[in-house]
């Protein structure tokens, strides 16, 4: 681990903001479904950056920028965690859930077709659970880039799933 990660592990404060977003704002710590639990905040993240994104018009372009830096934040936020666990890709981890969540959405217009949000959740945990290759193998890298990897993976299997099903949608309804 660098000396960045360690000094953050150490430090009380930082520590307690690292392992909040980690679990999920306490989301992870759900005796079931920790995962489905932890994907809700991600939820909450996409209807705050869609009504970001109407301020600042930032488009497509914005919308993956964003997903690509949550994407590259939660690597460190579950390294953090994983290490404060003391357990490979402890179930409270959750911050892998909820921060790849804003890439099924990606170019679908759920705003306007609300379903689609639905869908793009759903998708997200059959897809993350399924870990359709090369998900399940990138799951085995260590720390937190084996944690959110293979979620990002699933997530994009989830975004063309959910295009997908829109393309049919459009074309057939």
Partial sequence: MNDCAESVRKSGFFMKIVMTIATGFGLGYSPWASGTFGTLPGLVLVVALHRLDMRLEWGLPGSVGIATALVLLAIPVCHVAEKRFG??????????????????????????????????????RVFDILKPPPAYRIQNVGGGAGIVLDDTVSSLYALAFNHGVWWLWQRWL
């Avoid at 909820?98 to 959740?121: I, K, N, Y």
């Fill in 87 to 124: 357990k490979k890709d402890d179930g409270r981890i959750v911050a892998d859930e909820f921060m790849t969540f804003p890439l099924c959405v990606l170019g679908l217009p759920w705003p306007e077709q609300p379903w689609l949000l639905a869908l793009a959740f759903v998708s997200h």
